[in-house]
Nanobody, 116 residues
């Protein structure tokens, strides 16, 4: 059974940084994509960033390009999202997800709140 556990969220001020972690277990992820998504209050969930577990093929939403960096540590079975220059509009619950052609497994989410 695949499990994804996010951590690292919190309350920060605009311009600050946070690093989110997504620890994975219970599955074979070699051929899968790992993605970060977010959902703000009253809005639909949106894509943030993705990386192939095998490495390479990194993608970002335009809204976070140049500020966020996705990476993974295969030895620790963990995917990270380094978020710099945070803005109030980055406030959301952040979820990690995994899947082969579609994202089928999701974590419980971690709250990120950015004050002006």
């Amino acid at each position: 059974q695949v499990q994804l556990v996010e951590s690292g969220g919190g309350l920060v001020q605009a311009g600050d940084s946070l690093r989110l972690s997504c620890r994975t277990s219970g599955g074979t992820f070699s051929y899968q994509s790992m993605g970060w998504f977010r959902q703000a209050p009253g809005k639909e969930r949106e894509f943030v960033a993705a990386i192939k577990w095998s490495g390479g093929s990194i993608n970002y939403a335009d809204s976070v390009k140049g500020r966020f960096t996705i990476s993974r540590d295969t030895a620790k079975n963990t995917v990270y999202l380094q978020m710099n220059s945070l803005k109030p509009e980055d406030t959301a619950v952040y979820y990690c997800a995994t899947g082969v052609s579609t994202y089928t497994d999701w974590g419980q989410g971690t709250q990120v709140t950015v004050s002006p």
